[in-house]
Structure formats: C-alpha cells, structure tokens
C-alpha cells in the first residue's frame, strides 16, 4: 500500500521536498560561515610503582575531561588572550552571559578513548582568529597544566599544531541541506497522505 502510494504522489512529493531543502540551503546562510582549527595534546602523568601505564592513561582521560570544563569558562578565555595577542578580544562581547555562551560556541574539546590525547576544535570566521585562538589555548595547557590540576604531576604538550580547514565547516551545508530535502519528503508525503482520501475518493 505504501509503495503505490508514493508511487502515485511521487512528484508533488519531490517538489516539496526539493522546496524544503532549497529553504535549508539558505538559512543555512543566516549564521556566518566558520572555519575550524584542530590541534592535539598530550596530556602526559608521570607513572609510579603505585600507577601503572593503563591507569595513567586512564587518569590522564579524566584529566582531559576536567581540561574541558576549564577552557569553557571565561577565566580561561582571559589567559587566552593575554598569551596571544593575536586573538581578538573584540570578538567578545563585554557582556559577562554573552562572552560566555560566545566562546564556548568556540571552542570544542574532546578526549580520545583508551588515549591520553586531547583535540582541541575552534571555530571562527576568519581563518587566522580559528588558528591564534587555538595556539593561545595550547599555550595556556601546556603552561598551566599543574595549576588547573592541583599541582599533580602532569604535563601537557602540543603534538599536532593548529590546522585550519580550507573551507568553512559550520554551519553544515550539506548536512542542512539533506535534512531539508528528507524532512521536505516527510512532510509532502504526510500532506498527500492526509488529502488522498478526498482526491482519490
């Protein structure tokens, strides 16, 4: 039954799909198109005849995680700035709450699981600010590793230096893109199903 269905409505079907992915495409454009930086750390714990490697590593992941939370707040975004001068600090707003959800819609961070490598993705407008960003927070992890640990031995080092992409990756075009064009089917095929018993009557 439901094949010959969409069989039957298959082209009101199509148009209204294509209608909800062209509607995506644009307000795709609604927000500024960002690029992204990626770097990785190594977030590095010394091993002792009570720590064996495994747990290390497991520790360190906890670690990475805590380094997460702490590069969201807005006390870490100072020492950002302060360690590159680079960054631009008017990208953020004055505005405690704004500055806040703005650079936490930044910066993502990551642990890689069973590993003791963390990546860091930033986000900007510009290329350049994506990169300076990332270098700052590098910088400030590897300075400040102890201090945000309570002074246990750990160290932190950049083993993959920040690479930008070569195109903007957020918002996702072609993912938006997509989802307009299968929920456009959904919603043409629901529209046809709920007049087909008085045009097909």
Known sequence: ??????????RRI????????????VLSFAS?????????????QATSPTL??????KSSEKVGRNFGNVIA????LERVLLANPKVDALAFPKDERKRRRAWQRTVESSVVSE???????VYHKRPAQAHAIAEGIGNVLVRDAQEYTGGRDIAVKV???P???????????????????ILGALIGAAFEYLRAPHRDA
Not at 14 to 25: C, L, N, P, S
Not at 52 to 57: C, E, G, L, P, S
Request: charged share 15%; hydrophobic share 55%; aromatic share 8%.
């Open 1 to 10: 039954m439901l094949l010959p269905f969409l069989r039957r409505h298959r």
């Open 14 to 25: 199509m148009r209204i799909a294509i209608a909800g992915g062209v509607v995506a495409f």
């Open 32 to 44: 500024p198109l960002q690029y992204r930086a990626v770097m990785r750390l190594l977030i590095i």
């Open 52 to 57: 064996d490697a495994f747990t290390a590593v």
């Open 73 to 76: 707040s807005s006390s870490f």
């Open 115 to 121: 590993t003791s490598v963390m990546e860091l993705r």
């Open 159 to 161: 083993i993959d230096s």
């Open 163 to 181: 690479i930008v992409s070569r195109f903007p990756v957020r918002p996702n075009i072609p993912l938006n893109t997509l989802l307009g064009l």
